[in-house]
């Protein structure tokens, strides 16, 4: 396993227009987080799943903001409708619960870049 | 509400010693991590606190005071490649992560 993918890496996208990220964890890890995080500032809590359970949607989060985890493995983002202030990366991370390593430590994926015209 | 404070950006020399301080306010307290970040590159998990006291790892070490809501990372034998963003994480009550702006860590030679 080579760790947590996201895919696109990057994405140019015009205002108005909807877009998909995915995220491929770690193969066996439980936890999926999305992140979003812009220059200078730490990462921004998106959603989480436990397996295909979304457990926690941040209150931030518009209604054009969703994610899925169908069977529990890779997740995807979709944000309808982009605006300017979208542009953002958006970090995928996995964890395992229960594993003998620190508890909650979070391996992330390389990012999608968006960025909207 | 919840706050974790960094300082924003920090200087040190090739060689040298640095700390980096983190304080935070949080609703609970389940661990705090710290996280490397290259720019444009993804957090990298560097340590993880949940007891008062001094974990050590190499030239890594990391410091926790619970009661003073307290953090500091400190890097030893400071390398060129040590340039980065330093980001400061408290889990909270609901076991969510709440992150620091991060610290952007310059090492000049």
């Known amino acids: 396993d080579t760790g947590v993918s996201q895919n696109p890496r990057h994405k140019i996208t015009k205002r108005g227009q909807n877009v998909t990220f995915r995220c491929d964890p770690i193969s066996e890890h439980n936890r999926l987080y999305w992140y979003r995080q812009t220059l200078g500032q730490g990462p921004e809590f998106l959603t989480y799943?436990?397996?295909?359970?979304?457990?926690?949607k941040s209150r931030l989060l518009s209604d054009r903001f969703s994610a899925e985890r169908p069977k529990g493995s890779f997740s995807t983002l979709e944000i309808q409708r982009t605006e300017q202030g979208d542009s953002a990366m958006y970090l995928c991370?996995?964890?395992?619960?229960?594993?003998?390593?620190?508890?909650?430590?979070?391996?992330f994926g390389e990012g999608s870049r968006l960025t909207v015209l | 509400g919840q706050n974790i404070d960094q300082p924003t950006e920090m200087t040190a020399t090739e060689g040298a010693i640095v700390q980096i301080n983190c304080t935070y306010q949080t609703s609970g307290f389940n661990g705090l991590f710290w996280y490397q970040q290259h720019a444009g590159e993804a957090p990298t998990f560097l340590s993880y606190?949940?007891l008062d006291g001094l974990e050590e790892k190499g030239r890594f070490s990391s410091f926790l005071s619970r009661s003073k809501g307290y953090s500091y990372l400190l890097l030893k034998e400071l390398q060129m490649k040590d340039s980065a963003s330093y980001l400061c994480a408290v889990r909270d009550s609901n076991y969510q992560l709440i992150w620091g702006a991060g610290t952007k860590l310059i090492i000049k030679p």
């Open positions: 606190n949940v």
């Open positions: 991370a996995s964890s395992l619960d229960g594993t003998g390593g620190p508890p909650g430590e979070l391996f």
């Open positions: 799943f436990q397996n295909e359970a979304q457990l926690e």
